[in-house]
């Protein structure tokens, strides 16, 4: 079921972004060679919880982490790790949510650790365009196959390939809430937007092909070629006017 949010629901969500997008910045400012994982997430929690919310991960469908880290050929869903250090030319992505006030925020970044190659650094610079190009296609009147082309014809176009078996998503007082968002389509198919819906926009980029498989743990999505991947998202409160991104400021 799609679910407006009400004005008193957006500026809960509001602040919910306004929290993920401080504790992302803080954990890229933190990130270099020799730290690991674990220490990340433990950084990620801490800021959560001073900020007066809560890890919207931790716990959910049994994750047991804070946040996300994805590495290289990672797609999403890495667990952190004491084990996992962070290295010179990694590509690292890191996925925040918080909940505040029982409704959720949530966006993801990919960064680069030091020196990477040009087609790690192309990478990186085409999946966060497609982001901004499927943010651009949020407005009311569009529908979800718009913002979903304008992420596909970017990336592809660029000789990238967008995942195909994850997908952006509704969010509000769940994290996951309809309807999916796919970061491919055609244009002028399926649910016309309307203000006060909010969605989730994550275009999951592959250097390869769009495969994926997923590790014995049962969370940890990677490339079935072995290939980079790099992930930016942005929670988008869907206006009368110009798309609102919720989780501004997060990269």
Known sequence: MIELKSEREIR???EA???VAAVLRELAAAL??????AELDRLAERLIREAGAEPAFKGYQGFPASICTSINDEVVHGIPSPHRVIREGDLVSIDVGARYHGYYGDSAATFAVGEVSPEARRLLEVTRESLARGIAAARAGNRLGDIGYAVQEYVEAAGFSVVRDYAGHGIGRAMHEDPQVPNYGRPGTGLRLRPGLVIAIEPMVNAGGHAV?????GWTVRTADGSLSAHFEHTVLITGGEPEVLTGGAF
């Open 17 to 19: 972004g306004r929290v």
């Open 213 to 217: 498989r997923t590790d014995p743990d």
């Open 12 to 14: 809960y969500m509001r």
């Open 32 to 37: 270099r060679p020799g730290i690991t994982t």
